[in-house]
């Protein structure tokens, strides 16, 4: 856009809209608890950084912490600078004034990294720099500085993976490089390795999800092949005693998960031992 001024206001916080796709969570965690304090009794000292909107309206780009923490303050405005960018400019501005924070969680980066790898591509800079492959027109430096190019392919490819998976990977379940294996496996083959993950309380090796990827790539990943994959002992892997989930689903009803059918036959095998417990007194 040709309008670069910026104003500085304060806006009513009613008038502020979250950014459509932030990537950044804002979580109710200690952070937010001093957070909320600290602007309780200095107020807010950074202006959130804000775009116009139709209907008097403003987008946030920078500040959704600041906003939130304001929110469960009570506090009704807050200082802010307007800037006049498109929807692409908003979006690299967003990451940039992100990326910095101490505590990034890797499904952030990843997303992060997406947002602003397509802003630019829209903008005409032509990045080459999908998932799969980097060309030599943008470096990795002008997604995130310190990324190397095979580091921000890694976490572009995390935006791949389902939901609960990644999440698992927030979590440090699975590692990032093991992650990568698995986000090119389908929608649903990552839908029965999570079913097997939870009935087998495991996670992939990398050694397993390089398997199971070239597996998926040849078509030839099924249930029971994951299945076989994950039962395959590992370093440092305790002794279990492990079903096939197909030999345990006509015992229980259609709508039960592996995890509930798992937790289901934990309960009676210790009102079992309980009962046992009572006829050999």
Same mark, same amino acid.
């Given at each position: 856009m040709n309008d670069k001024t910026v104003r500085a206001v304060h806006l009513p916080i009613e008038k502020l809209r979250s950014f459509a796709g932030n990537p950044f969570q804002v979580r109710n965690d200690d952070e937010m608890e001093q957070l909320i304090f600290s602007i309780l009794s200095q107020g807010v000292l950074t202006p959130v950084m804000v775009r116009p909107l139709e209907k008097g309206e403003y987008e946030v780009i920078s500040g959704h912490r600041r906003v939130h923490a304001c929110k469960k303050a009570g506090i009704d405005t807050v200082p802010a600078l307007i800037y006049c960018l498109d929807r692409d400019e908003a979006a690299i501005a967003l990451v940039d004034s992100n990326l910095h924070r101490e505590r990034i969680l890797p499904s952030e980066k990843a997303f992060a990294y997406k947002l @602003? !790898?397509?802003? !630019?591509?829209?903008?005409?800079?032509?990045? #080459? %720099?999908?998932? #799969?492959? $980097?060309?030599?027109? %943008?470096?990795?430096?002008?997604? *995130?500085?310190? =990324?190397? $190019?095979?580091?921000?392919k890694r976490y572009i490819r995390l935006t791949y993976l389902i939901p609960e998976i990644l999440r698992m990977v927030d979590e440090g379940r699975i590692a990032l490089t093991p992650a990568v294996e698995l986000s090119y496996l389908t929608e649903q083959e990552q839908r029965d390795l999570l079913e097997t993950m939870e009935c087998e309380d495991c996670t992939p090796s990398l050694s397993q999800a390089v398997? %199971? @990827? @070239?597996?998926?790539? *040849?078509? =030839? %990943?099924? !249930? #029971?092949?994951?299945? =076989?994959?994950?039962?395959?002992? @590992? *370093?440092?892997?305790? #002794?279990k005693i492990s079903f096939r989930v197909d030999e345990l689903r006509k015992f229980f009803p259609k709508s039960y998960t592996a995890a509930k059918i798992q937790d289901t036959i934990l309960k009676l095998i210790t009102e079992y031992y309980r009962k046992r417990g009572r006829e050999e007194r």
């Amino acid at each position: 856009m040709n309008d670069k001024t910026v104003r500085a206001v304060h806006l009513p916080i009613e008038k502020l809209r979250s950014f459509a796709g932030n990537p950044f969570q804002v979580r109710n965690d200690d952070e937010m608890e001093q957070l909320i304090f600290s602007i309780l009794s200095q107020g807010v000292l950074t202006p959130v950084m804000v775009r116009p909107l139709e209907k008097g309206e403003y987008e946030v780009i920078s500040g959704h912490r600041r906003v939130h923490a304001c929110k469960k303050a009570g506090i009704d405005t807050v200082p802010a600078l307007i800037y006049c960018l498109d929807r692409d400019e908003a979006a690299i501005a967003l990451v940039d004034s992100n990326l910095h924070r101490e505590r990034i969680l890797p499904s952030e980066k990843a997303f992060a990294y997406k947002l @602003k !790898m397509d802003a !630019m591509s829209r903008q005409g800079q032509r990045t #080459d %720099l999908t998932s #799969d492959q $980097v060309g030599p027109k %943008l470096t990795a430096a002008a997604i *995130a500085e310190g =990324e190397s $190019v095979s580091q921000v392919k890694r976490y572009i490819r995390l935006t791949y993976l389902i939901p609960e998976i990644l999440r698992m990977v927030d979590e440090g379940r699975i590692a990032l490089t093991p992650a990568v294996e698995l986000s090119y496996l389908t929608e649903q083959e990552q839908r029965d390795l999570l079913e097997t993950m939870e009935c087998e309380d495991c996670t992939p090796s990398l050694s397993q999800a390089v398997q %199971l @990827k @070239k597996l998926s790539q *040849a078509g =030839e %990943l099924d !249930m #029971d092949k994951i299945f =076989e994959l994950l039962r395959q002992p @590992k *370093a440092n892997q305790k #002794d279990k005693i492990s079903f096939r989930v197909d030999e345990l689903r006509k015992f229980f009803p259609k709508s039960y998960t592996a995890a509930k059918i798992q937790d289901t036959i934990l309960k009676l095998i210790t009102e079992y031992y309980r009962k046992r417990g009572r006829e050999e007194r």
